[in-house]
């Protein structure tokens, strides 16, 4: 084997191993950065070359994302950008998506490459492409500075070899971006969800939406937005900012006409494009609709910086979001439906409930009386010795007092007169006299409540003396009804024995449903063996529902 053959083979073994070592940190997964480096250098080193480089084209500039030079003292040419154009070798090869070699500056033939190849000191240089999903992604380059040194023939072909490793690494590390985006993307959604199928406030959830949409996307800011039927405005439902703070909600937004906002709003997809607005000024926007049951509620806008774009199908993906504030909004509206039905059906008894003891006191029980008066005067008049008659009168008064008394405890049980015309502590007190038991009540009410709210305390306290009479075996009950701000408490505590459960029994359904209907709670507390605790929270700007305009949170509130 002469001298010749001897280089060749030692330049194929280096190859082979150069090939090697960059293949391997293909396949364990290296960074881009990592990678970039050390492909770059080991091109350098394999080609004999004084300088190389790895670039990422962008169509209007090339970026060094990749630098190594054989002379320390060189300048780092890592993140520096050109502008791309003329006949540089960078340009051949994107414009031939295949290996160019420069063997002097006289193969260049515009003035633009020569003053690029005379500022790099360059003197011959071999580049190949890195394709990328069928695509120019970058270039990468290896230089030689030194006169009448050009690369030996075939050099950029080999140096294809390593561009298409770095085409590899690349897609690898764009496939783990993806990944981990898309991995990113559903953690956000499932936290909404979370909140959305916990039945959390509308504020909360939409709150939500837009921070989560905003950190996923890399927005400035975020905005959920309804139309108002003005020509170019919309109004600011809920918002986020990370470098700008987002506008209040209610405020007016005008985005331009034929913007993605608008155009979300009108046709109902997804888009991205630029967009200016008196508020916001020019940005990249990306905006997706609100939609519940096929109507369009409203959208969800996301704000970047110009020059800064949102990747493409960012918008698509943003409709999730969407979807899951729009789930929040249904919600809502089910829950204000429900307490609303709640209140109509409460009312109407209460109502006929009232009706009914009006009927019965104003009715029977006054001729009841009136028999019963009648009864003794007919007892006066009876002459002596008419004492058959006399006892088979004052059998039947005896059974005519003893029907008004169970008529009146009746009325009293359908709806307490001294309820409307004294109030709870009133109603209250006449509740612990009846009671089989002792009762204490500590009554901090200084003013009458609202009418529906101080019925559902009355029949709070009424059904739990009713149990634990029946039940609790306790020798004191306690209640207690005090008022925080607009909303008030109750709490009915025995000393029985305890182990109720609150999910049997019509009665304290009926008193959930009571409650919930003025947006209120209750609860059932009952350790075996340490009594009973019987508690409902009343707030007051629920009680009388049916007035409600709705809540403020609504989305399409005003529309």
């Not at 500075?145 to 590390?173: H, K, S, W, Y």
């Not at 305890?498 to 609860?523: H, I, M, N, T």
Request: with cysteine; net charge negative; proline share 4%.
């Amino acid at each position: 084997m002469d001298l010749q053959d001897d280089g060749e083979l030692r330049r194929l073994v280096d190859e082979q191993t150069a090939l090697r070592r960059v293949a391997t940190l293909v396949a364990s997964g290296a960074g881009e950065t990592e990678l970039l480096t050390t492909v770059t250098s080991e091109i350098g080193r394999l080609f004999g070359a004084h300088a190389a480089n790895t670039m990422r084209w962008d169509g209007d500039s090339i970026r060094v994302l990749g630098a190594w030079s054989a002379d320390p003292t060189r300048r780092d040419q890592t993140g520096l950008v050109y502008e791309f154009g003329g006949d540089t070798i960078t340009a051949r090869v994107v414009r031939s998506e295949r290996p160019e070699r420069l063997d002097s500056a006289a193969d260049l033939t515009t003035e633009f490459a020569k003053e690029r190849w005379q500022e790099l000191g360059l003197e011959a240089s071999i580049a190949a492409p890195i394709v990328v999903e069928g695509r120019i992604w970058g270039v990468v380059t290896a230089s030689r500075t030194t006169e009448d040194d050009p690369f030996p023939p075939g050099a950029e072909v080999r140096l294809g070899d390593f561009a298409a490793l770095v085409a590899q690494a690349i897609a690898n590390a764009e496939a783990r971006r993806e990944v981990a985006a898309l991995a990113e993307e559903q953690a956000a959604l499932r936290r909404v969800a979370t909140l959305v199928a916990a039945g959390r406030a509308q504020a909360e959830v939409l709150d939500a939406v837009t921070s989560e949409a905003g950190v996923l996307y890399g927005a400035e800011c975020v905005h959920l937005v309804r139309w108002t039927g003005v020509h170019n405005e919309v109004v600011v439902v809920a918002g986020w900012g990370n470098s700008r703070a987002p506008l209040e909600p209610d405020a007016r937004l005008h985005p331009s006409a034929g913007g993605p906002t608008l155009t979300v709003l009108e046709t109902g997809f997804p888009t991205n494009a630029l967009e200016t607005s008196a508020e916001l000024g020019e940005r990249w926007v990306i905006a997706a609709p609100v939609i519940l049951n096929a109507q369009l509620l409203g959208a969800i806008t996301l704000q970047r910086q110009l020059g800064n774009p949102f990747p493409a199908g960012a918008e698509i993906r943003l409709r999730s979001f969407g979807d899951l504030a729009a789930q929040s909004i249904a919600n809502t509206r089910s829950q204000e439906e429900m307490r609303a039905s709640r209140a109509r059906i409460v009312r109407a008894g209460d109502e006929a409930r009232e009706q009914l003891e009006r009927n019965l006191h104003d009715g029977a029980q006054q001729r009841l009386v009136a028999v019963s008066i009648s009864l003794r005067l007919a007892l006066a008049r009876l002459p002596d010795g008419a004492d058959e008659a006399r006892q088979l009168l004052g059998a039947a008064a005896l059974d005519l007092t003893q029907a008004i008394e169970e008529l009146r405890e009746l009325a009293r049980g359908i709806h307490p007169a001294i309820l409307t015309e004294r109030g709870l502590g009133a109603a209250l007190e006449v509740l612990a006299s009846r009671a089989p038991l002792r009762v204490e009540i500590e009554n901090e009410l200084a003013e009458r409540l609202p009418p529906p709210v101080e019925a559902a305390a009355y029949y709070v306290v009424a059904e739990s003396l009713t149990n634990v009479a029946k039940y609790a075996e306790a020798s004191v009950v306690r209640v207690r009804v005090v008022r925080h701000g607009d909303c008030s408490r109750v709490e009915v505590v025995d000393d029985g024995v305890g182990g109720a459960d609150a999910s049997r029994g019509s009665g304290l359904r009926g008193l959930a449903d009571r409650v919930e209907a003025l947006d209120g709670r209750l609860g059932v507390e009952s350790p075996p063996g340490a009594g009973t605790r019987v508690w409902a929270e009343l707030p007051h700007d629920g009680a009388e529902p049916l007035d409600r305009s709705g809540s403020a949170e609504d989305l399409i509130r005003g529309s």
